[in-house]
């Protein structure tokens, strides 16, 4: 369970690639790649072991005004999908 203070970072061994705005997540541990792109792209980047996930969630809800009252479920959703992939973990 997502808690709004959690700090999230990229796993060491997470690699990405930038195309046209779109990321490309490759794990080599799991041999998966991700593709990423709008919020889930951001929530990603934003991801950075510094921002909790309600830092996060403000930011995606200022960037997508439009879909503010689903972006808390929705930031939850993505990084639960990314920590269950072990692209992200929890900090502390």
């Known amino acids: 369970m997502i808690d709004n203070e959690h700090i999230f970072q990229h796993a060491e061994e997470a690699l ?12 080599p ?8 792109n709008g919020p889930s792209a ?11 996930c309600s830092e996060i969630i403000q930011i995606v809800q200022e960037a997508y005004p439009e879909q503010a009252a689903q972006v808390e479920g929705d930031v939850h959703d993505v990084i639960t999908d990314l920590v269950d992939r072990n692209v992200l973990r929890r900090v502390g």
């Open 42 to 52: 951001v929530v990603w980047q934003l991801c950075d072991g510094q921002r909790s």
């Open 16 to 27: 990405l690639e930038d195309m046209d705005g779109e990321l490309l997540l490759y794990y």
């Open 29 to 36: 541990p799991t041999a998966i790649t991700l593709h990423l």
